[in-house]
């Protein structure tokens, strides 16, 4: 079956120490994302990308990198100058172009704890 | 500036009767809109859709409305059942030059059904 897997699940780092969670999809999507989800806040766009070797500044990129080297990974690195970290993370990803492939599938998340 | 608005963080129904979701949105580009639903810990899953060349589409229990000159959608659910307690993301889209643009999601309504 074709998905997205993100892991793992849980995690816990801690303070200044970076960390790097993990998301794979075999679905051959050409775009992939991360979001943060914070109570009230909603889903905030930490990076995209659309293409290998291409990624783009969501709105919350500060203390975040990512790379996307491979069609199906997209691994996000929390760093130690992200001065907010816990929240639950979820990567998605999306056809880019075809009609009805608006829509993205996402990961089960990963709950990130700073300790 | 928020694109896509849920102006009611949370609601509450009884099981039986209609839940009615609603979400506005301010950039005229927009021509599809998604509604997602997420329970806690785990990724949103994909509910139903809607493209601007239609104002109705309903999938079982589930229909959107949309009102382009209001630039304004909703999510019915009838009958409502105590399952349907999660948060609901209304997003949005477009299509230029065949290429999908990124969702933008608004911050959820947390819809609760009492039985």
């Known amino acids: 079956d074709g998905g997205i897997t993100q892991s793992p699940k849980y995690l816990f780092r801690k303070e200044g120490q970076n960390v790097t969670l993990s998301c794979e999809q075999n679905?051959?999507?050409?775009?992939m994302y991360w979001y943060r989800q914070d109570p009230g806040q909603g889903l905030r766009l930490i990076y995209y990308s659309q293409i290998v070797n291409d990624f783009q500044k969501g709105d919350i990129a500060e203390g975040y990198s990512v790379s996307r080297e491979k069609k199906e990974s997209f691994p996000l690195t929390v760093t130690s100058a992200q001065k907010n970290p816990t929240a639950f993370y979820l990567c998605?990803?999306?056809?880019?172009?075809?009609?009805?492939?608006?829509?993205?599938?996402f990961g089960s998340g990963t709950r990130l704890t700073v300790v | 500036d928020q694109q896509v608005k849920q102006n009611s963080p949370s609601l509450s129904v009884q099981e039986g009767r209609i839940s009615i979701l609603n979400c506005d949105y301010t950039?005229?580009?927009?021509?599809?809109f998604l509604w997602y639903k997420k329970y806690p810990a785990e990724g949103p899953t994909f509910l139903i859709s809607?493209?601007?060349?239609?104002d109705k589409n309903e999938d079982g229990r589930f229909t959107v409305f949309l009102n382009k000159s209001a630039k304004h959608l909703s999510l019915h659910i009838v009958p409502s059942q105590p399952g349907d307690s999660a948060v609901y993301f209304c997003?949005?889209?477009?299509?230029?030059?065949?290429?999908?643009?990124?969702?933008?999601f608004g911050k959820g309504t947390l819809l609760t059904v009492n039985p």
């Open positions: 809607i493209s601007s060349i239609k």
């Open positions: 950039n005229s580009m927009f021509d599809y």
């Open positions: 998605a990803s999306s056809a880019h172009r075809g009609q009805g492939s608006h829509g993205y599938t």
């Open positions: 997003a949005a889209s477009y299509t230029r030059g065949g290429s999908n643009y990124k969702l933008t």
């Open positions: 679905l051959n999507h050409d775009a």
